[in-house]
């Protein structure tokens, strides 16, 4: 019986430490997503019910910023699992140098996002001296202000770009626990690449490509800095996300009731996600 108390007693102070960590925020926003409590207009006080998730989704920006926010989800899971696996493969035979090529490709990773947005709006997508700018230019072709015309696009390809390494990392190590003699044996019975990418590469991936899709989700759900740092959500809503949305009610409408409506609802959304995520891993793991 003691030997059981005693590591329970133990853990105690970090759990209740963790737990009030989480709990604490928590109940916080709901308290304030359930009052009237604008910054600008203190007098206005009181219990609002359900009000401020009234106001949150009849938000005329609400409708965009879910689209934008699926599209961007989407958009980056799917480029980073389908190049994270081409790269994964091709740098997962031995070639000279094979090392460097990793550091690099990893790289991306560790920048931050607010550099990773800087970098992007400065050297490669300003329409006047970006390095694209200068590749249309020698082809000919008029430069593109891809912030103005195409910025949800834009945000996809900066966030992709950072997010790239880490698909990569993950199926990369996932690659170097195949079984080679699988793989030889493969070969000796006549199958080609393809085959072997289909009926070998592809499954033993599974899993892999589970986790990635289920970190990034969790993640690119508040992609915030890309978007303020180049696009401001616009041109209008063109590039608004949810969690740009609730600052934009948070800090430019200094409404904390609906901010904090606007934040219970990307949790509901993040948990409704996670658990179609969790059985997509868990059937994954069962295999």
């Known amino acids: 019986m003691n030997r059981r108390l005693l590591p329970r007693l133990l853990l105690t102070p970090a759990m209740a430490t963790l737990f009030l960590w989480m709990i604490v925020p928590l109940v916080m926003t709901i308290y304030f997503s359930l009052i009237r409590y604008n910054l600008m207009q203190p007098d206005q006080s009181g219990f609002a019910g359900l009000e401020n998730f009234e106001f949150f989704v009849t938000d005329p920006s609400f409708g965009t910023a879910v689209v934008n926010t699926i599209l961007l989800l989407g958009s980056v899971i799917l480029i980073t699992v389908v190049l994270g696996v081409v790269i994964a493969l091709l740098i997962n035979e031995p070639f000279p140098g094979r090392g460097i090529v990793r550091v690099l490709l990893i790289s991306p990773f560790f920048v931050m996002p607010t550099v990773n947005a800087l970098m992007w709006k400065n050297m490669m997508m300003n329409p006047i001296y970006g390095v694209l700018a200068q590749v249309w230019m020698f082809f000919g072709a008029a430069p593109v202000d891809w912030l103005t015309d195409h910025p949800l696009f834009s945000v996809i390809v900066m966030v992709s770009w950072q997010w790239l390494p880490f698909a990569t990392l993950i199926f990369m190590t996932a690659l170097q626990s195949m079984n080679h003699e699988q793989l030889e044996a493969s070969r000796m019975?006549?199958?080609?690449?393809?085959?072997?990418?289909?009926?070998?590469?592809?499954?033993?991936?599974?899993?892999?490509?589970?986790?990635?899709?289920?970190?990034?989700?969790?993640?690119?759900?508040?992609?915030?800095?890309?978007?303020?740092?180049?696009?401001?959500?616009?041109?209008?809503?063109?590039?608004?996300?949810?969690?740009?949305?609730?600052?934009?009610?948070?800090?430019?409408?200094?409404?904390?009731?609906?901010?904090?409506?606007?934040?219970?609802?990307?949790?509901?959304?993040a948990n409704i996600a996670a658990v179609f995520l969790i059985r997509m891993v868990g059937k994954n793991l069962d295999k």
């Open 189 to 269: 019975d006549g199958a080609n690449y393809l085959q072997q990418l289909r009926y070998l590469y592809v499954p033993h991936l599974g899993r892999s490509v589970a986790v990635v899709v289920m970190i990034e989700l969790i993640f690119l759900l508040s992609i915030f800095a890309e978007i303020y740092t180049t696009t401001a959500g616009g041109p209008g809503d063109a590039s608004t996300n949810v969690t740009f949305l609730i600052f934009k009610q948070a800090l430019l409408n200094f409404d904390a009731g609906v901010a904090s409506a606007g934040a219970l609802f990307a949790v509901v959304l």
